[in-house]
């Protein structure tokens, strides 16, 4: 069965840089969730896209946006990174058709480091 | 906002032993989740368990939302079990999007 796909796997940037991380929702998942997972810790909902809406929001910093694409792919765009940003990042999808007891499939993760 | 616990912290088995890792969480949920997340770091599903019991294999859930806790079951435990167990819920008075993940369970499998 299809997977949720991130890319890229693994970045490396300099501390005031930028990145974006792109996300592949499951085929025919309407939902987009990102998760952000510090070392050693539990993972952090940061925002969440339904129908290409922002659906809710987290402890997302301001230098982070995102925004869900016509085709349903996500992308987090990160700006002015800093050390602590650091961290495993997640994209989850999920079908709403199913209602609020909906499945959340979680892809394998942006491992992020910031020299 | 909702708070889940998970017990133990850490779970250090003999492989072939069986173990119970367990989930409380302070609110009605309408979506309770059991991942687990392996030395690589990818997160698993294994469960979709707000209510009821399931069977996986040689896993096994269950979650009795009105006493508010879940439990997962592991028999016969392998190697490869090991990582760490991540109980996650959605709160059904609260967002319907967003889980919130308890601090896990570190469970090794020593051969």
């Known amino acids: 069965a299809a997977g949720v796909i991130q890319s890229p796997r693994h970045l490396i940037k300099e501390k005031r840089e930028t990145a974006t991380l792109k996300c592949y929702p499951i085929?025919?998942?309407?939902?987009v969730y990102w998760y952000q997972q510090g070392p050693g810790q539990d993972p952090q909902f940061l925002i969440s896209?339904?129908?290409?809406?922002?659906?809710d929001k987290g402890s997302i910093p301001d230098r982070f946006s995102a925004q869900q694409f016509s085709d349903y792919h996500s992308e987090l765009n990160m700006s002015s990174l800093e050390l602590g940003d650091s961290a495993l990042y997640f994209c989850?999808?999920?079908?709403?058709?199913?209602?609020?007891?909906?499945?959340?499939?979680f892809g394998p993760g942006t491992r992020l480091l910031v020299l | 906002g909702i708070q889940v616990e998970q017990s133990p912290p850490d779970l250090i088995l003999q492989e072939g032993a069986n173990s119970t890792l367990r989930c409380n969480f302070s609110?009605?949920?309408?979506?309770l989740q059991w991942f687990h997340q392996n030395p690589w770091g990818q997160l698993i599903n294994l469960f979709y368990?707000?209510?009821g019991t399931k069977q996986n294999g040689r896993l096994s859930a269950t979650t009795v939302a009105t006493e508010r806790y879940s439990l997962l079951y592991i028999s016969s435990s392998q190697t490869t079990d090991s990582g760490v167990y991540f109980c996650?819920?959605?709160?059904?008075?609260?967002?319907?999007?967003?889980?919130?993940f308890g601090k896990g369970t570190l469970l090794t499998v020593n051969p």
């Open positions: 989850a999808s999920s079908s709403q058709l199913a209602g609020l007891r909906e499945t959340q499939y």
């Open positions: 085929p025919r998942h309407d939902t």
């Open positions: 368990i707000p209510s």
């Open positions: 609110d009605s949920v309408n979506n």
């Open positions: 996650a819920v959605k709160d059904s008075g609260g967002s319907n999007y967003k889980l919130t």
């Open positions: 896209f339904y129908e290409k809406m922002q659906s």
